[in-house]
């Protein structure tokens, strides 16, 4: 039982190296959950630009945000471009990074409030992510990542992913906890 344990901690830390080792190849394309905000969705009163209106990062999510920044620093990540939705904790979470030049991307808005749009917004994230040069980084929402990876992700979670002709795969995953 003791050399089982070894060999998970020794597996999981080279699982962990891949994943970092996954956010460093060129072109690597990142996509990221919000750091934390407590709560689920936003309230009825949500306005675009305005952030008193949102559900928003607390001060355990600015921490977050600013330590997986520090983590991409110290091994050398930066991103050439940081994509965020218009909500203000996607975009406060990309500025407290630091990782790179942060600039709105509508397509990246969260479509929890209204399904309808899923389909062509993920195929518009798609073809952001196909036209973009160089390194990019997408902050964005639960239930975008999902529709374009076919998987969950945490607040503040990290997902390396490559675009193929049958659709999106996970090559890594990153997650430094509030």
Same mark, same amino acid.
């Given at each position: 039982? =003791?050399?089982?344990?070894?060999? +998970?901690?020794?597996?999981?830390?080279?699982?962990?190296? $891949?994943?970092?080792?996954?956010?460093?190849?060129?072109?690597?394309?990142?996509?990221?959950r919000?750091?934390?905000?407590?709560?689920?969705? $936003? !309230?009825?009163a949500?306005?675009?630009?305005?952030?008193?209106?949102?559900?928003?990062?607390?001060?355990?999510?600015?921490?977050?945000?600013? =330590?997986?920044?520090?983590? +991409?620093?110290?091994?050398? #990540?930066?991103?050439?471009?940081?994509?965020?939705?218009?909500?203000?904790?996607?975009?406060?979470?990309?500025?407290?990074?630091?990782?790179?030049?942060?600039?709105?991307? !509508?397509? +990246?808005?969260?479509?929890?409030?209204?399904?309808?749009t899923?389909?062509?917004?993920?195929r518009?994230?798609?073809?952001? #992510?196909?036209?973009? $040069?160089?390194?990019?980084?997408?902050?964005?929402?639960?239930?975008?990542?999902?529709a374009?990876?076919?998987?969950g992700?945490?607040?503040?979670?990290?997902?390396?992913?490559?675009v193929?002709?049958?659709g999106?795969?996970?090559?890594?995953?990153?997650?430094?906890? !509030?």
């Amino acid at each position: 039982m =003791k050399y089982l344990v070894i060999a +998970l901690c020794v597996f999981a830390s080279m699982a962990s190296a $891949d994943d970092w080792d996954a956010l460093t190849e060129p072109g690597a394309i990142a996509v990221m959950r919000h750091a934390l905000a407590p709560g689920t969705g $936003d !309230p009825a009163a949500f306005t675009l630009g305005d952030c008193s209106t949102q559900r928003n990062l607390d001060e355990r999510g600015r921490e977050q945000a600013r =330590k997986i920044g520090a983590a +991409l620093r110290e091994r050398g #990540i930066t991103f050439d471009r940081v994509l965020t939705s218009q909500w203000c904790r996607t975009r406060e979470t990309a500025e407290l990074l630091d990782v790179g030049s942060v600039s709105d991307a !509508p397509v +990246l808005n969260s479509f929890f409030q209204d399904f309808s749009t899923r389909e062509r917004q993920t195929r518009e994230a798609l073809d952001l #992510i196909a036209q973009s $040069d160089g390194r990019i980084l997408l902050v964005s929402h639960q239930v975008n990542i999902s529709a374009l990876t076919g998987r969950g992700t945490r607040s503040g979670e990290i997902l390396a992913i490559q675009v193929t002709d049958d659709g999106v795969d996970v090559t890594g995953s990153v997650l430094i906890d !509030p």
